[in-house]
């Protein structure tokens, strides 16, 4: 339980009211009771506040005007609501300790302060750092590194040799370090495959959602930079490299050897190609394709919104016509630069 006054160092919010307030919790604005605090996230829900019994809210200051009530002005009340969450919520730190399913072998290195699920493996060499936490039905293969106070959830996999910092997050089924999709095509037309003998390495304060897969290097290693944010379902491929503070939402797939700048902003359904470089502070719009390499800060999009499909198949019907009209169009330029000449070339 904090005092509104402690609430508001937190956020870095401006007090309004009674600082000596106690909040015990977080709630959504038309649910939050006496002892909680809920926020504002657009002025759409301006009329909501009138309404809501939170004990304390946190808004703007346009939305503060003609509220009586006891409040946590900032300019940003998603950021202040999240900083005051987290004190409000913290994540329960791991319970130190093995439990007696585990499968540890005798030369990994696992902190007396490291918890150790039910049924998680450990293999040969791995180093669990303190205060980390290796969740049931867990896999951390043979020589792997986990930093201190990261979680590896439930049925997460971590593969030989990869390298995972600290306050990290690997949601539960994610695939950290999988063989990547690399293959040659022999004369015959049999597909020959090659080795994966990089690693993936992870810097610290990295979430990875739940089902996302972030592939083995073939021969150098994949990257994941500090303060990277993957959402569920994301494929990376061998060899990319993610900058800093970069954010992707589910489904984004990337191919072999891209690398993605810091800082960029990766919606929902993007396709990246491989060995294509997006430079810093890009943002994509869902379900866009880069095809090339595009240079930062800048937003680019390239999807199709859908539309009647009687629309939908005329439209198409006049895809296949482009380059012919293209050509006609030139054809009548020049004809008409002709004309404006004199009939002169």
């Known amino acids: 339980m904090y005092t509104l006054s402690e609430l508001a160092r937190v956020a870095g919010a401006t007090l309004c009211g009674n600082g000596d307030r106690e909040i015990e919790g977080v709630a959504p604005l038309t649910r939050a009771g006496a002892r909680e605090i809920a926020y504002c996230a657009s002025s759409r829900y301006r009329p909501q506040l009138d309404e809501s019994r939170a004990g304390a809210l946190i808004v703007t200051a346009e939305d503060a005007e003609g509220l009586k009530r006891d409040l946590l002005v900032c300019a940003d009340p998603r950021v202040a609501f999240a900083r005051v969450a987290m004190v409000l919520c913290p994540e329960p730190p791991a319970v130190p300790g093995r439990h007696e399913t585990a499968a540890i072998d005798d030369s990994a290195q696992v902190d007396a302060n490291a918890s150790v699920g039910a049924h998680a493996v450990i293999e040969a060499g791995a180093q669990i750092g303190p205060g980390a936490s290796i969740g049931a039905g867990a896999f951390v293969g043979a020589r792997a590194q986990i930093g201190a106070h990261t979680r590896i959830e439930p049925r997460a996999v971590v593969m030989h040799d990869c390298v995972i910092g600290e306050h990290c997050v690997i949601s539960p089924g994610a695939v950290i370090g999988g063989?990547?999709?690399?293959?040659?095509?022999?004369?015959?037309?049999?597909?020959?495959?090659?080795?994966?003998?990089?690693?993936?390495?992870?810097?610290?304060?990295?979430?990875?959602?739940?089902?996302?897969?972030?592939?083995?290097?073939?021969?150098?290693?994949?990257?994941?930079?500090?303060?990277?944010?993957?959402?569920?379902?994301?494929?990376?491929?061998?060899?990319?490299?993610?900058?800093?503070?970069?954010?992707?939402?589910?489904?984004?797939?990337?191919?072999?050897?891209?690398?993605?700048?810091?800082?960029?902003?990766?919606?929902?359904?993007?396709?990246?190609?491989?060995?294509?470089?997006?430079?810093?502070?890009?943002?994509?719009?869902?379900?866009?394709?880069?095809?090339?390499?595009?240079?930062?800060?800048?937003?680019?999009?390239?999807?199709?919104?859908?539309?009647?499909?009687?629309?939908?198949?005329?439209?198409?019907?006049?895809?296949?016509?482009?380059?012919?009209?293209?050509?006609?169009?030139?054809?009548?330029?020049?004809?008409?630069?002709?004309?404006?000449?004199?009939g002169k070339s």
Request: with cysteine; hydrophobic share 40%; net charge positive.
């Open 179 to 342: 063989e990547g999709f690399g293959y040659v095509r022999e004369t015959d037309g049999r597909w020959l495959k090659v080795p994966q003998l990089g690693r993936v390495i992870i810097g610290d304060r990295v979430d990875v959602g739940a089902n996302t897969t972030i592939d083995r290097g073939a021969l150098g290693d994949t990257v994941i930079a500090n303060g990277v944010k993957l959402d569920n379902l994301i494929q990376i491929a061998h060899n990319v490299k993610v900058g800093v503070d970069t954010a992707m939402a589910g489904c984004v797939g990337v191919a072999g050897s891209a690398v993605i700048g810091s800082r960029c902003l990766i919606a929902g359904g993007v396709g990246i190609m491989g060995h294509i470089t997006v430079g810093d502070d890009v943002e994509v719009t869902a379900m866009s394709f880069l095809k090339g390499s595009v240079e930062g800060p800048g937003r680019f999009s390239s999807s199709l919104p859908a539309t009647n499909a009687e629309v939908w198949a005329r439209n198409v019907g006049r895809f296949r016509h482009i380059d012919e009209l293209a050509r006609r169009l030139r054809r009548a330029e020049r004809a008409i630069k002709q004309l404006l000449s004199g």
